[in-house]
Nanobody, 121 residues
Framework: QVQLVESGGGLVQAGGSLRLSCTAS????????MNWYRQAPGKQRELVAI???????NYAESVNDRFTVSRDNAKNTMDLQMNNLNHYDSAVYYC???????????????WGQGTQVTVSS
């Protein structure tokens, strides 16, 4: 079994910062790409940031220069540092991690339960 646990969400004023964390645990052979998504009410889930095992990163244009994604391969964790938050960043944030449990299962995507980020004006 694989579990993803997110933490760090909450209420913050516009212009403030939050740091989200995602930890993968369980029967894990290897982890490939790790991603952050978000979904605001009435909107589709969107990709916010991605980080490969080798550390390559890419961001949605709306968060570029404000958000920074990082990971610790030894601890199977991924963080998202969010600075200069605004109203449009309010959403449920999800981590999605591509995990290989064993060679028979191959690489599969796993999702966290989501953590709420609310930015007040």
């Amino acid at each position: 079994q694989v579990q993803l646990v997110e933490s760090g969400g909450g209420l913050v004023q516009a212009g403030g910062s939050l740091r989200l964390s995602c930890t993968a645990s369980g029967s894990i052979s290897s982890i490939n790409a790790m991603n952050w998504y978000r979904q605001a009410p009435g909107k589709q889930r969107e990709l916010v940031a991605i980080i490969t095992r080798g550390g390559f990163t890419n961001y949605a244009e709306s968060v570029n220069d404000r958000f920074t994604v990082s990971r610790d391969n030894a601890k199977n964790t991924m963080d998202l540092q969010m600075n200069n938050l605004n109203h449009y960043d309010s959403a449920v944030y999800y981590c999605k991690v591509d995990i290989m449990v064993n060679l028979l299962t191959g690489v599969r995507p796993y999702w966290g339960q989501g953590t709420q980020v609310t930015v007040s004006s």
